[in-house]
């Protein structure tokens, strides 16, 4: 199994940026899918982006156009680069990795960091 570990997480003013990074051990032969959830406090953890072993990316509509998921050559990191934040994107991120990827839903994954915390406020 992939073990992944996230970072990067803090206060950002809205309208900023800010990259949160995810980082895999352990089964990172593998093919797996690599993906970001998130969690606001008294919500449910949802989806917020996708990329494939494949390289195809996918986003849920309410980061289409700000957020964007990437991975370093190695596969065995990956990236939410966040732009244009709003105060509704204030919740716990969460990296999380699928070898036998089936949805991009929470109890699909396998695989799961501990989370980082993003707050956007003024």
């Known amino acids: 199994q992939v073990q992944v570990v996230e970072s990067g997480g803090g206060l950002v003013q809205p309208g900023g940026s800010l990259t949160l990074s995810c980082g895999a051990s352990?089964?990172?032969?593998?093919?797996?899918?690599m993906a970001w959830f998130r969690q606001a406090p008294g919500k449910e953890r949802e989806f917020v982006a996708g990329?494939?072993?494949?390289?195809?990316?996918y986003y849920a509509d309410f980061v289409k156009g700000r957020f964007t998921i990437s991975r370093g050559n190695t596969r065995k990191t990956w990236y939410l680069q966040m732009n244009s934040l709003k105060p509704e994107d204030t919740a716990v991120y969460y990296c999380?990795?699928?070898?036998?990827?089936?949805?991009?839903?929470?109890?699909?994954?396998?695989?799961w960091g501990q989370g980082t915390q993003v707050t956007v406020s003024s």
């Open positions: 999380a990795a699928e070898e036998q990827f089936r949805a991009w839903r929470v109890a699909d994954f396998g695989s």
């Open positions: 352990g089964r990172t032969d593998s093919r797996y899918a």
């Open positions: 990329l494939t072993w494949n390289g195809a990316t």
